[in-house]
């Protein structure tokens, strides 16, 4: 079933809420792991997301313009012997759609956040 | 961290990286390969940082390798999709039929051997592992002399030496005629596969490298 234009799945709802609670503490930019272990963090689950489930949501996010990534520097990761990071940062327009989602799992990590506040 | 766990994990989640995005534009597969090969260093330090034991990232890491897999061959095939692959709706369900049919034999393939050596050494029979070790040599016989005859048409495309392709051919085939040997009967249905699989291998490789015009 073709999806409405526009609208979050799951995974996307995850990974921009991910994104805000990351900006709470400071932090723009964030690598797929990164973002993973932020969704694991958040809905307390024992798994970090598939790689698969990840990167395809990322490319696709991006695609639509939610989100926008640059890579890393390669002489910074040369210097710290590790290879090179793809950063993502939320847009504008991200934060518009994660506004707009009206899904269950919105509502569960709004709900979830007035708990814990 | 770099116990063998987790170097194994990493080994075998980055070779289905180079399986899934084979024949995919080369900057779509080196960004791929990238991104995950800075994923599971991410996973392996911090799991390092926190504690967490090299058997427990090393299946954390295979668990989501796995799990991902099933959208990793849907993500292959949406960028089949795209305009950008320059073939006719016909040829890109010929080379995303090729390429399940190549993705479904890996893992089976994987699975069978998995499945019969841990079998063998549950009930220690040692005898029957090496029988089937045999097998998996005579049986990956076919698909290694296939991607001889790929490796051959790109090294003669791109004016490199055939030598390493003519090798795997040779080996390949080796493993063709133990399989004869040993069970003659089976040559016919992995003979005529080849048959099959070599031409649409060389097909899809010339619309890869010269893609015909689109109306």
């Known amino acids: 079933m073709r999806r409405k234009k526009g609208s979050l799945i799951s995974v996307e709802i995850s990974i921009l809420a991910a994104f805000l609670d990351l900006k709470m503490r400071g932090i723009e930019d964030a690598h797929g792991f990164l973002i993973a272990k932020q969704i694991k963090d958040q809905q307390s689950a024992r798994m970090l997301t598939s790689h698969g489930t990840l990167y395809k949501a990322l490319g696709r996010m991006e695609k639509a313009g939610w989100l926008k990534s640059k890579w890393e520097d390669p002489v910074i990761a040369a210097e710290e012997s590790r290879p090179r990071r793809r950063f993502y940062s939320m847009t504008a327009e991200g934060q518009i759609a994660f506004d707009g989602a009206s899904t269950p799992q919105r509502n569960a990590r709004l709900t979830s956040k007035n708990t814990t506040s | ?215």
Not at chain 2, 1 to 26: E, F, H, I, K, Q
Not at chain 2, 47 to 72: C, T
Not at chain 2, 104 to 122: E, K, N, R, S
Not at chain 2, 171 to 176: A, D, F, K, P, S
């Open chain 2, 1 to 215: 961290m770099n116990t063998w766990p987790v170097a194994l994990a990493g080994s075998l989640t980055r070779g289905w990286v180079r399986a899934y995005t084979m024949g995919l534009p080369a900057r779509i597969r080196a960004e791929r390969k990238e991104e995950i090969a800075s994923d599971l260093w991410e996973q392996a330090s911090a799991g390092g940082n926190e504690g967490e034991s090299a058997n427990a990232i090393a299946a954390h890491i295979f668990g989501r390798a796995v799990l991902g897999m099933p959208i990793d061959v849907a993500w292959h095939l949406g960028k089949l999709k795209r305009d950008d692959m320059q073939l006719s709706n016909n040829q890109k369900t010929i080379v995303g039929a090729f390429f399940v049919l190549r993705i479904a034999t890996l893992v089976f393939g994987v699975l069978l051997i998995i499945g019969g050596i841990t079998q063998d050494w549950l009930f220690n029979d040692m005898s029957n592992t090496i029988m089937d070790l045999m097998m998996v040599v005579f049986m990956v016989g076919p698909f290694v002399a296939v991607v001889g005859v790929y490796a051959w048409r790109r090294a003669d495309a791109e004016g490199r030496s055939t030598k390493n392709a003519r090798t795997l051919i040779v080996v390949g085939t080796l493993g063709i005629a133990g399989m004869a040997g040993f069970m003659w009967w089976t040559i016919v249905g992995p003979t005529i596969a080849i048959g099959i699989v070599a031409y649409w291998a060389n097909k899809i490789g010339q619309w890869r490298s010269d893609p015909p015009r689109l109306a």
